[in-house]
């Protein structure tokens, strides 16, 4: 199972927006609605972001949306502030009990 | 409060096992099944496997097929992942975490503080 595609990197200025894409295949982005996005800071466990493509958890700012189309999903981050700066996964359901992640993602709060 | 406590680190040589345990604490712990998810050093997240605590079901990642073994033990709420013959591609920081079910549908609500397993001669 290969993992999901992120860029490497994004950058935003305080108070901007940003994407994050998250580019998987027909066998899980594309087939499941069952993405999710974690926040990692360094050193700490990830953290829920979104679930179920768009939907948030308890206590997760609605700055932070999630939204897909076809094999490609997208968290967007509106308002950027500084504490948004860290790593940020997808992760899809892959059909056969299996699941995977993507690569990942830095975003930098310039 | 929901918790998942995990064992402490460990420095194990090439073609050891390892074992780390995951307890739980403020939830019914069959109630929500426990995944595996690793993380070598400056790398990405990397899914395992899973375990039901209620039924003992379990499910691994093709490339750990073989090497990789989940427990559980429902009197004391905690389950286990063990990797035998390691590598030092192993080396990582090994993290277990909490969801509804196997296709992880409400995401990982909790998770462990990580178990670091450093594999060096």
């Known amino acids: 199972q290969s993992a999901l595609t992120q860029p490497a990197s994004v950058s935003g200025s305080p108070g901007q927006s940003i994407t994050i894409s998250c580019t998987g295949t027909s066998s899980d982005v594309g087939s499941y609605n069952l993405v999710s996005w974690y926040q990692q800071h360094p050193g700490k466990a990830p953290k829920l972001m979104i679930y179920e493509v768009s939907k948030r958890p308890s206590g997760v700012s609605n700055r932070f949306s999630g939204s897909k189309s076809g094999n490609t999903a997208s968290l967007t981050i509106s308002g950027l502030q500084a504490e948004d700066e860290a790593d940020y996964y997808c992760y899809s359901y892959a059909g056969s009990s299996t699941l995977v992640f993507g690569g990942g993602t830095k975003l930098t709060v310039l | 409060q929901v918790q998942l406590v995990q064992s402490g680190a460990e420095v194990k040589k090439p073609g050891a096992s390892v074992k780390v345990s995951c307890k739980a604490s403020?939830?019914?712990?069959?109630?929500?099944?426990i995944h595996w998810v690793r993380q070598a050093p400056g790398q990405g997240l990397e899914w395992m496997g899973w375990?039901?605590?209620?039924?003992?079901?379990?499910h691994y990642a093709q490339k750990f097929q073989g090497r990789v073994t989940v427990t559980r033990d429902t009197s004391s709420s905690t389950a286990y992942m063990e990797l035998s013959r390691l590598r030092s591609d192993d080396t990582a920081v090994y993290y277990c975490?909490?969801?509804?079910?196997?296709?992880?549908?409400?995401?990982?609500?909790?998770w462990g503080q990580g178990t670091l397993v450093t594999v060096s001669s």
């Open positions: 403020g939830y019914s712990f069959i109630g929500y099944y």
């Open positions: 375990i039901s605590p209620s039924s003992g079901a379990k």
């Open positions: 975490a909490r969801t509804t079910d196997i296709v992880a549908t409400g995401g990982y609500d909790y």
